[in-house]
Nanobody, 120 residues
Framework: QVQLVESGGGLVQAGGSLRLSCVAS????????MGWYRQAPGKQRELVAH???????NYAASVKGRFTISRDNAENTVFLQMNSLKPEDTAVYYC??????????????WGQGTLVTVSS
C-alpha cells in the first residue's frame, strides 16, 4: 500500500557530509510525522530526527547542530542533511512515516534502510 524508498547513503570520511532522501509512494492521503532512525551494529534502533507536516522538528542530542531534517510535502519526501560526520554516526539509517491512507486508515511505514559508513 505504501512504500518508502531511501537513497543517499555511502562511505564518507570523518568531517564530511551526506544527504539522505526518502520518498513515500502509494495510496497516501497525507503524511503526518516523517523521520529518520538509525541502528548501529550491536545497538538498538534510535531516533535521529523527525519533522511534522507543519515543519516542527526534533533531533537527538547527538546530532543536534550537525544534522538538518526537512521535507517536501508536495512530493512526500523527507531529507536528512548530515554534516560534520563522525565515525559514531556509522549505522543503517531508516526512514519512517506516519501516513493516512485514502481509505482513512492510519499506517506507520518503514523504509528498507540505507547504510552510512564514516571512516576515521
Amino acid at each position: 500500500q505504501v512504500q518508502l524508498v531511501e537513497s543517499g547513503g555511502g562511505l564518507v570520511q570523518a568531517g564530511g557530509s551526506l544527504r539522505l532522501s526518502c520518498v513515500a509512494s502509494g495510496s497516501i492521503y497525507s503524511i503526518n510525522r516523517m523521520g529518520w532512525y538509525r541502528q548501529a551494529p550491536g545497538k538498538q534502533r534510535e531516533l535521529v530526527a523527525h519533522i511534522t507536516s507543519g515543519g516542527s522538528t526534533n533531533y537527538a542530542a547527538s546530532v543536534k547542530g550537525r544534522f538538518t531534517i526537512s521535507r517536501d510535502n508536495a512530493e512526500n519526501t523527507v531529507f536528512l542533511q548530515m554534516n560534520s560526520l563522525k565515525p559514531e554516526d556509522t549505522a543503517v539509517y531508516y526512514c519512517n512515516a506516519n501516513t493516512v491512507l485514502h481509505s482513512g486508515r492510519y499506517l506507520e511505514v518503514w523504509g528498507q534502510g540505507t547504510l552510512v559508513t564514516v571512516s576515521s
